[in-house]
């Protein structure tokens, strides 16, 4: 059975592969990255980092957590985290890229392309959201052009770098999604 393969603009979205750990590591080691990103994602990045990661992104059934290729090279990663009990409808979306595919529009094809592929995957899915800090309007740019509405200013919610920072819910919906 072929591996989840989604295209997106002039990326692909694709399940992690052992051989993506040197370019992981070098695309990851960036406090620039590390900073729109949550804790669990470590600054240095180094090679077992990344073994660590693909590792367990890869024992995930069914794969959730995918990396984003331009040209055969990572250029980053995105995925979603599924719930459990009441909120089992819904789905944290993440998402990140090297800094040197900024702004090319990447982002915004891999969200659109995860989005379609978590509710085709997930038939109980009713919802995914995003909450990117305040400091990252970047991530705020993508999401809006991936369909994805602001719900609102979770205030102070989160701590990152030793910062105190509020964070945009954004969600969008499986009735708001063209299948």
């Not at 370019?23 to 240095?44: C, E, I, M, S, T």
């Amino acid at each position: 059975m072929p591996g989840v393969m989604l295209a997106a603009g002039p990326a692909i979205v694709r399940e992690w592969q052992p051989g993506d750990v040197p370019g992981l590591a070098k695309q990851a080691n960036d406090r620039r990255v590390w900073l729109g990103l949550r804790d669990a994602f470590p600054h240095p990045y180094g090679l077992e980092d990344a073994r660590q990661f693909i590792a367990m992104a890869s024992a995930k059934a069914p794969p959730t957590f995918f990396a984003i290729a331009v040209s055969g090279d990572v250029a980053g990663g995105i995925g979603y985290t599924l719930h459990k009990d009441v909120e089992r409808i819904g789905a944290e979306v993440g998402y990140w890229l090297g800094v040197e595919f900024w702004g090319k529009g990447i982002a915004t094809a891999a969200v659109r392309a995860v989005t379609h592929h978590a509710f085709a995957a997930h038939p109980e899915l009713r919802r995914l959201y995003a909450v990117p800090y305040s400091s990252n309007s970047a991530s705020a740019r993508v999401l809006v052009k991936a369909g994805y509405r602001c719900e609102g200013t979770l205030r102070e919610s989160a701590i990152k770098d030793g910062q105190v920072l509020d964070q945009w819910m954004y969600s969008i919906l499986r009735s708001e999604v063209e299948h």
